[in-house]
């Protein structure tokens, strides 16, 4: 099935359009693992999360969040780090307690044994039932780089330099990191429901490698072109 394209006249709209999607699958689901991004982009979904669950419409309190990605070296009492980040605008308001919440520790002394613990956690709960990620300007999806492998579970990453730059605004003083630690494309393309969401024109180019329907090792974003449940939720 090809990937399912949904066009979005504002950010508002495609945030509602995401939050739909989140919903009922938590509705039909309750105790779903939940794959959630950072970035500026998915913001507003995360705002229609917690109005609904404040409003009693939706109930997370039996969903597991796993984490995407994070910037090595940082842990999340770095307002720049990913964890921080999620615990701001999603699992602070929504109360989410800890046991729920599987991320990497980016500052641990040994991160092979994190990929390892990460691993394992999907390979004994999952498949993950939602993944929503944004795209990178280069049409990386979490940190998996221009030419990751499909085949790749959670790694470590050489991160590209338009990452880092884009980084940049994350971090007070502009300091990033040239590292990052990420669940691979196997493992989000096993995802039961992949939404790709993107905003702006910065990210035009990477849409328009999803659109001709083949796979591009250049535009990892393209790879959800092999996925069977896979949405494209755009205001571009």
């Not at 004994?124 to 999806?141: A, E, F, K, Q, W």
């Not at 039961?192 to 702006?200: S, W």
Request: charged share 25%; aromatic share 8%.
């Amino acid at each position: 099935m090809a990937v399912r394209y949904i066009e979005t006249k504002s950010y508002d709209e495609l945030s509602d359009q995401a939050a739909s999607e989140i919903f009922e699958q938590v509705q039909n689901k309750p105790d779903s693992i939940l794959c959630l991004a950072g970035g500026d982009t998915p913001i507003g979904t995360y705002e229609r999360m917690v109005e609904a669950a404040k409003s009693g419409k939706i109930d997370f309190s039996k969903c597991r969040f796993l984490g995407l990605d994070e910037w090595v070296g940082l842990g999340e009492e770095n307002p720049g780090s990913c964890l921080s980040y999620l615990n701001r605008h999603l699992f602070q308001p929504l109360s989410i307690k800890k046991e729920q919440i599987v991320f990497f520790d980016a500052k641990a002394e040994d991160l092979t044994a994190e990929l390892t613990r990460i691993n394992e956690f999907v390979r004994t709960n999952g498949p993950i039932d939602l993944s929503l990620l944004g795209v990178g300007v280069n049409g990386h999806l979490g940190f998996n780089e221009p030419y990751s492998s499909l085949e790749s579970e959670a790694h470590i990453v050489d991160l590209d330099e338009t990452t880092q730059e884009v980084g940049k605004k994350y971090f007070n003083g502009g300091s990033t990191t040239s590292k990052g630690i990420s669940l691979g494309l196997k493992q989000l393309l096993e995802s039961k429901t992949v939404i790709v969401i993107a905003n702006g024109p910065t990210k035009v180019e990477a849409i328009e490698a999803l659109k001709i329907g083949k796979y591009d090792p250049s535009k990892p974003v393209t790879a959800i072109n092999h996925h069977l449940n896979a949405y494209a939720i755009l205001n571009i």
